[in-house]
């Protein structure tokens, strides 16, 4: 993928979710694992701003974070973490809604700032809050891939198909994908996608894509008590497995280059 000028711009996925406790997060950090084994240079963006926490589950403290860039505290540099798994992180915290009060030439440097990021990856990852804020359907309406992770519960179904629609009404361009998370096997998954693709085409005429699905695995909790990423815990468990198989699903060819401008000039822009 290329910026405007030629240079080589990261591929951007968001990991988003129609409500908390579906494993979004996890999902996140481990894909970024697999990414970072198939040899991209990742880096982990946690957007979750009211509930920021993918530091928690890769065990490190963060003394800056991404509240600190916006705010002009720092340069994104000092806020890069190295991380287990092979990826650097960027931990999240509130504040992005102060980007709406940025003069011109604050919200200039802001943006700097953050454009300088994909040129440092190949993939960057943004981890979305849940629900359906300004803030979490800007990140992933902007993004080159969005993958909408969901359980087999129906509240979660429901969820992640009102979603789906939020961003189709949005103007969504991205390849949208269906993630199934704690699945009995692929039985459970694939029913689970169908429901949420069936809706999606009989009330919206939108296509959503199977990701691939991720199994309820004991060794995941686990991995979350001892703040580890299971793939590198457990990298041979079923749900390790799971994830490679979705980290392929999702990168087996390049991304459309449909867009005029870099990631974050375009999130930016949405709070002008």
């Not at 973490?81 to 999240?92: A, D, E, N, Q």
């Not at 169908?194 to 004991?218: M, P, T, V």
């Not at 008590?225 to 749900?239: G, K, S, V, W």
Request: with cysteine.
């Amino acid at each position: 993928m290329t910026s405007p000028v030629g240079r080589p711009r990261a591929q951007t996925l968001a990991i988003a979710s129609g409500k908390g406790g579906v494993g979004k997060t996890n999902v996140a950090v481990n894909l970024s694992v697999a990414l970072a084994a198939r040899g991209f240079r990742v880096v982990l963006v946690d957007a979750d701003l009211g509930l920021a926490n993918a530091d928690l589950l890769l065990n490190v403290s963060a003394r800056l974070n991404l509240s600190h860039v916006l705010s002009g505290a720092c340069a994104l540099e000092d806020v890069m973490l190295g991380v287990p798994g092979g990826f650097r992180l960027i931990p999240g915290a509130s504040g992005l809604d102060r980007a709406a009060e940025l003069s011109p030439a604050e919200r200039a440097v802001l943006v700097d700032q953050l454009e300088t990021l994909e040129q440092l990856a190949d993939v960057v990852v943004i981890d979305c809050g849940a629900g359906l804020s300004h803030n979490v359907l800007g990140f992933a309406q902007c993004a080159d891939q969005i993958v909408v992770v969901t359980t087999p519960e129906p509240t979660a179904m429901t969820d992640a198909y009102v979603t789906v629609k939020a961003l189709h009404r949005r103007g969504a361009s991205a390849r949208c994908w269906l993630l199934p998370n704690k699945v009995a096997g692929r039985d459970e998954a694939q029913r689970t996608f169908e429901r949420i693709e069936s809706a999606a085409k009989k009330f919206l005429n939108f296509s959503i894509e199977f990701a691939g699905y991720c199994l309820q695995d004991a060794r995941v909790e686990d991995a979350v008590r001892r703040r580890m990423p299971f793939m590198t815990l457990y990298p041979r468990c079923p749900a390790s497995a799971c994830i490679e198989a979705v980290a392929g699903n999702l990168f087996r060819r390049p991304c459309v280059q449909h867009r005029d401008a870099g990631f974050f000039r375009k999130v930016v822009g949405l709070f002008l």
